[in-house]
């Protein structure tokens, strides 16, 4: 057996909301580390959303979050893995109780903006058959040797993450460190198994040599360079605690199912957010268009706040 992990982000571009990287972590018969997992699973979960007949959409973010669906996709897909997980045992109550069970690091630090304060109060809203998806999900993995082991995020807010910025000057490195974070964490529980780890990640921007980005994130580990191809750079890293290989590929949110539900996860995450952020000014401005948070809309959104508030109401949100 192995552990298979997918990393992906949401919201290193848009010029408001938090930066959110997720992990999705399977439990994997080695046999079938290179399949394809939409074939295995094909009886829970399918990419398409045409053909799913009451699976669950596994796909990159981009595709199952659209304004027709809003973030139904993205819940049912997220709460029926997280319900499935062995770890899960009850759906989250709230967004508050979501966060806390993905990223309890982030939920803290929540307090200091207002649009936050109402978080145990906002419901998920999920739909009456996720128990029945969940259940078929976590009885396909088990035919296949398989389970759902570890769902978890690192969700950086605006504030914390621009100090993150500013303390080193440099966007890609804050995201990176944090990724580096998460495989960490991962790394440390697959080595508490004696179980070997896999990470498929997808590619950061245009970057294809990660080595000395690894050598100073794990510096007591062995590195040795497996694969540097235009679209796929692999690594083995080994220590006395176990072995890992990382494989960034351009695309991995669409080529691989784990990577694709950690794509669902980080964008869920910044949603639920930016949706607080939204209702918050939509009540102090009535008519306010709300916002998604990317860099053009994002300037119509704060501009729009400059015209209906004082200077002293306008925190910084970005």
Not at 41 to 64: C, F, Q
Not at 232 to 238: A, N
Not at 246 to 263: N, R
Request: net charge positive.
């Amino acid at each position: 057996m192995a552990y298979l992990a997918g990393i992906d982000e949401a919201g290193y571009g848009p010029l408001l909301g938090p930066l959110v990287v997720s992990t999705a972590v399977f439990e994997v018969p080695e046999a079938l580390l290179p399949s394809n997992l939409w074939t295995v699973l094909s009886r829970s979960v399918s990419p398409l959303k045409k053909t799913l007949h009451g699976r669950l959409l596994i796909n990159d973010s981009k595709k199952a979050y659209t304004g027709k669906n809003g973030l139904a996709h993205l819940k049912r897909t997220v709460l029926a893995s997280l319900l499935a997980a062995h770890s899960q045992e009850e759906l989250p109550r709230n967004v508050h109780h979501f966060l806390r069970t993905l990223c309890p690091r982030c939920v803290l630090r929540l307090d200091d903006y207002p649009w936050y304060a109402d978080l145990e109060r906002m419901p998920l809203d999920s739909q009456q058959d996720l128990p029945i998806a969940a259940g078929l999900l976590k009885r396909n993995l088990e035919e296949n040797g398989m389970a759902i082991r570890l769902l978890q995020a690192r969700c950086l807010d605006v504030q914390y993450y621009n100090q993150r910025v500013e303390s080193v000057k440099n966007k890609s490195r804050v995201l990176f460190t944090e990724l580096c974070s998460l495989i960490d964490s991962v790394f440390q529980f697959a080595s508490s198994k004696n179980q070997p780890v896999h990470f498929l990640i997808d590619r950061q921007g245009g970057r294809l040599n990660y080595r000395p980005e690894l050598q100073r994130m794990f510096p007591e580990m062995d590195l040795t360079v497996l694969k540097a191809e235009k679209n796929l750079s692999s690594y083995e890293l080994k220590s006395r605690k176990g072995t890992m290989r990382l494989h960034f590929a351009a695309g991995a949110d669409e080529k691989f199912l784990p990577v694709a539900m950690a794509s669902m996860t980080s964008k869920l995450i910044r949603e639920l957010l930016i949706e607080c952020l939204n209702v918050y000014y939509s009540a102090l401005c009535g008519g306010l268009k709300p916002t998604a948070g990317y860099w053009q809309d994002g300037q119509r959104f704060i501009n729009d706040l400059s015209c209906r508030l004082p200077a002293s109401a306008l925190p910084k949100i970005f």
